[in-house]
């Protein structure tokens, strides 16, 4: 990551909201051009993100999975580590959570079933994790190229369960069959109309709280514990790690270890809050847009969560897009959601030496005088 003499607040506030602004003036002129109001598509998306009947709910859902995924490349990347895993490892999740609802419901209580199957999808997560770190750290095999591949590895083997032996009984769609009536995670509104509550509906379920709290734990981890300062040295320096006694390779292979089990959390609220079922492709990409949302984010769990909000509101608002206008397609919103994620990442600190120079004239000006 490029080294700047700008404060935190800076970097980690006001260079990324410039990233996201140009992005949007860039997405502005080329909607322009098609011949659309940017400045109406701007507000169709707001209203189809934040303001339309259940809109929040489902900006929220969507933010859900980004949370996760965006979580797991950050971990991962304290480490120097760059998993491009994340959809190969939430696939493996909802495997381990299908199995275990699939397994136990004829036999156990709903609630039990889920108790039960929402560590296992962050069990198989962290194995389809650590397994790339293990060939990183034992063997030499670079973990880019290990976890492209092993997200092609586990997408055909959720080909092959889902369309054999897993794949429900008389009919023809690669998925298993419903989990049994209540195994599952309860929806947000249902929660709050039985309080007394109105709230229009949404898949929003309690994976949006367990993201939350994923995301205080990340942190907690990486900036309260021996064991992320270890990750985050590991990143900076192998050889302090290796001379205050620790293993570089057994950090790594902890680290995608994590890193795979918060993908494959992301599971949860596909499959345990919507589906009730494990179905084929239903990481749409998430994994990817982590990445994303991770760099936008800073790697700091604060601002996985806002990057999260943001990519959520572009889902749910681009669905409105795509509705509202004939010209305005789903691939005009993936350009926009193409062009944020350049702006955040290729071109992170491309404003950074106008910052520096405007920073340097005016704060460090006033610094000297108010010195003398």
Do not use: C
């Not at 734990?217 to 040295?233: N, Q």
């Not at 570089?248 to 589906?275: C, D, H, K, W, Y």
């Amino acid at each position: 990551m490029m080294r700047t003499s700008l404060p935190q607040w800076v970097d980690i506030g006001l260079l990324p909201l410039i990233n996201i602004l140009a992005a949007f003036v860039v997405a502005g002129v080329i909607i322009a051009m098609i011949g659309e109001n940017p400045f109406v598509a701007l507000m169709v998306m707001l209203k189809g993100a934040f303001v339309y009947k259940g809109a929040l709910g489902y900006t929220l859902f969507y933010a859900t999975n980004f949370i996760f995924t965006g979580l797991a490349v950050a971990v991962a990347f304290h480490a120097m580590l760059f998993n491009i895993g994340g959809e190969g490892q939430a696939a493996m999740g909802g495997l381990g959570l299908g199995l275990v609802a699939l397994a136990l419901d004829p036999v156990l209580p709903p609630l039990l079933v889920v108790l039960l199957a929402i560590p296992m999808a962050a069990v198989f997560g962290a194995i389809w994790g650590a397994i790339p770190g293990w060939l990183q750290a034992r063997r030499g095999s670079h973990i880019v190229i290990t976890t492209i591949m092993f997200n092609f590895i586990a997408a055909s083997i959720m080909v092959w369960l889902l369309a054999g032996m897993l794949m429900a009984p008389g009919q023809m769609s690669p998925e298993t069959r419903s989990f049994a009536d209540g195994v599952g995670l309860a929806q947000i509104h249902t929660i709050f109309n039985a309080m007394g509550i109105p709230m229009a509906r949404s898949p929003l379920n309690l994976s949006f709280l367990i993201a939350l709290l994923a995301s205080f734990g990340v942190w907690v981890l990486i900036w309260r514990t021996r064991l992320g300062y270890v990750i985050r040295a590991t990143g900076h320096s192998e050889r302090a790690v290796i001379y205050a006694g620790h293993s570089p390779q057994r950090i790594i292979m902890i680290t995608m270890a994590i890193s795979g089990a918060l993908a494959g959390l992301m599971a949860l609220n596909e499959i345990l809050g919507v589906q009730q079922r494990v179905i084929l492709n239903f990481t749409s990409g998430y994994g990817f847009t982590g990445i994303a949302v991770a760099l936008m984010g800073r790697n700091h769990p604060v601002g996985i969560i806002l990057a999260s909000l943001l990519f959520g509101a572009l889902y749910q608002g681009g669905a409105e897009l795509d509705f509202e206008f004939q010209t305005i397609t789903r691939e005009m919103v993936l350009m926009i959601q193409g062009l944020i994620i350049l702006f955040s990442g290729a071109l992170a600190y491309m404003f950074n030496p106008v910052l520096e120079r405007i920073y340097a004239h005016f704060f460090t000006r006033r610094e000297v005088l108010g010195d003398g």
